[in-house]
């Protein structure tokens, strides 16, 4: 803690940057994060420093943090559901409930927030339509919330504002997904057809508006992800046909991209649409992050069964990570 403190001051001192932002990929689970953040309000507003927060779990407390350092009337809360049903969720280990989302949504209502950003993916592994259009259920939901959260003559004029986004869903190595066959531009596309069709089938549906993400770079992303070295000849060619900035929308040459695959002799599905073996050898297990294959292959097939991990500050569940000696598993003499 003391170091932390003493970082985001040294770091402010020395920029004279006017924002500090907290990110990781689950802030709440940092014990000491109350503190920290109380200590940032405390001195980032007497320099009029502003403060962007992580993701937070939506309770009292990350509200009450919230309305601190936000104009609750421009902002808006964001949840990652990730997926539309319980089961699909139980499938990626996300611990966060339909109830929890609720909850939440309540909470800040009667807080003041009118606007909601809700996040998806498509194309997970089991997916089936249900999962799909649960997606504009939870957001009805959250409408109807909002509603009976809010009597008429308390909303001054404004509505609920929801915007629920997809992304399209990519295997990664070294996760229980490696495995997993990624969906094709088609598959994906006709998803978010269903998902969008969903909402607007919705009570609330003109309370919810839909964005989703380009299949195409996700289709490149999934053939990087877990690409191998016969990949370095492509990634030189299309380097030197001008594919730079691949990141930035306006300059990705999909075409450029498939039309050196071709030239090359490979076959982009070879990464992305195939399902792998259970013995396969990847590319990358030339690496060791600490986390064993054995662990990894446990969590898919656990996840093909529905079969949510428990949380393992509770119980280790002997990833392997503890190899490394350091981070959660080894705090208080654990693992
Ligand atoms: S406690 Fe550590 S070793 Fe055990 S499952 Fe968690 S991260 Fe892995």
Same mark, same amino acid.
């Given at each position: 803690?003391?170091?932390?403190?003493?970082?985001?001051?040294?770091?402010?001192?020395?920029?004279?940057? %006017?924002?500090? $932002?907290?990110?990781?990929?689950? +802030? $709440?689970?940092?014990?000491?994060?109350?503190?920290?953040?109380?200590?940032?309000? #405390?001195?980032?507003?007497?320099?009029?420093?502003?403060?962007?927060?992580?993701?937070?779990?939506?309770?009292?407390? +990350?509200?009450?943090?919230?309305?601190?350092?936000?104009?609750?009337?421009?902002? $808006?809360?964001?949840?990652?559901?990730?997926?539309?049903? =319980?089961?699909?969720?139980?499938?990626?280990?996300? @611990?966060?409930? !339909?109830?929890?989302?609720?909850?939440?949504?309540?909470?800040?209502?009667?807080?003041?927030?009118?606007?909601?950003?809700?996040?998806?993916?498509?194309?997970?592994?089991?997916?089936?339509?249900?999962?799909?259009?649960?997606?504009?259920?939870?957001?009805? #939901?959250?409408?109807?919330?909002?509603?009976?959260?809010?009597?008429?003559?308390?909303?001054?004029?404004?509505?609920?504002?929801?915007?629920?986004?997809?992304?399209?869903?990519?295997?990664?190595?070294?996760? *229980?997904?490696?495995?997993?066959?990624?969906?094709?531009?088609?598959?994906?596309?006709?998803?978010?057809?269903?998902?969008?069709?969903?909402?607007? $089938? =919705?009570?609330? =549906?003109?309370?919810?508006?839909?964005?989703?993400?380009?299949?195409?770079?996700?289709?490149?992303?999934?053939?990087?992800?877990?690409?191998?070295?016969?990949?370095?000849?492509?990634?030189?060619?299309?380097?030197?046909?001008?594919?730079?900035?691949?990141?930035?929308?306006?300059?990705?040459?999909?075409?450029?991209?498939? %039309?050196?695959?071709? %030239?090359? @002799?490979?076959?982009?599905?070879?990464y992305t649409t195939r399902e792998r073996a259970?013995?396969?050898?990847? *590319?990358?297990?030339?690496?060791?992050?600490?986390?064993? #294959?054995?662990?990894?292959?446990? !969590?898919?097939?656990?996840?093909?069964?529905?079969?949510?991990?428990?949380?393992?500050?509770?119980?280790?569940?002997?990833?392997?990570?503890?190899?490394?000696?350091?981070?959660?598993?080894?705090?208080?003499?654990?693992?």
């Amino acid at each position: 803690m003391d170091h932390l403190k003493e970082l985001a001051l040294e770091a402010l001192k020395n920029t004279g940057y %006017e924002e500090i $932002s907290l990110s990781s990929l689950s +802030s $709440s689970d940092y014990s000491k994060l109350p503190e920290l953040i109380n200590f940032l309000i #405390k001195h980032c507003n007497e320099k009029k420093i502003n403060i962007s927060l992580p993701s937070l779990r939506i309770d009292a407390f +990350s509200l009450d943090v919230m309305s601190k350092v936000q104009d609750v009337k421009k902002s $808006s809360l964001t949840f990652a559901p990730e997926a539309g049903t =319980q089961r699909m969720r139980n499938v990626i280990n996300k @611990g966060l409930t !339909e109830e929890d989302i609720l909850r939440g949504s309540h909470e800040a209502f009667l807080g003041g927030w009118n606007k909601v950003k809700l996040y998806f993916m498509l194309g997970l592994p089991t997916e089936t339509d249900e999962d799909i259009l649960g997606i504009g259920d939870i957001a009805n #939901k959250v409408a109807v919330e909002y509603f009976e959260t809010v009597p008429k003559e308390k909303r001054n004029g404004r509505t609920i504002d929801i915007v629920a986004s997809t992304s399209f869903f990519v295997p990664k190595p070294f996760t *229980p997904f490696q495995w997993a066959p990624m969906n094709t531009k088609e598959e994906f596309l006709d998803k978010a057809n269903k998902t969008r069709k969903g909402i607007m $089938s =919705q009570l609330n =549906q003109k309370h919810i508006k839909y964005n989703w993400h380009e299949a195409d770079a996700s289709m490149m992303e999934g053939i990087l992800a877990r690409g191998d070295r016969r990949l370095n000849e492509v990634i030189l060619k299309a380097y030197k046909k001008g594919c730079i900035y691949d990141a930035w929308g306006e300059y990705f040459k999909f075409d450029t991209w498939m %039309e050196t695959f071709e %030239e090359c @002799g490979i076959d982009p599905f070879f990464y992305t649409t195939r399902e792998r073996a259970e013995d396969e050898i990847f *590319p990358w297990d030339i690496l060791n992050c600490g986390v064993s #294959k054995s662990f990894l292959l446990r !969590e898919w097939k656990n996840a093909l069964e529905n079969k949510p991990s428990s949380n393992c500050r509770l119980s280790c569940l002997g990833c392997g990570a503890a190899s490394y000696g350091v981070g959660v598993c080894t705090e208080n003499g654990k693992a």
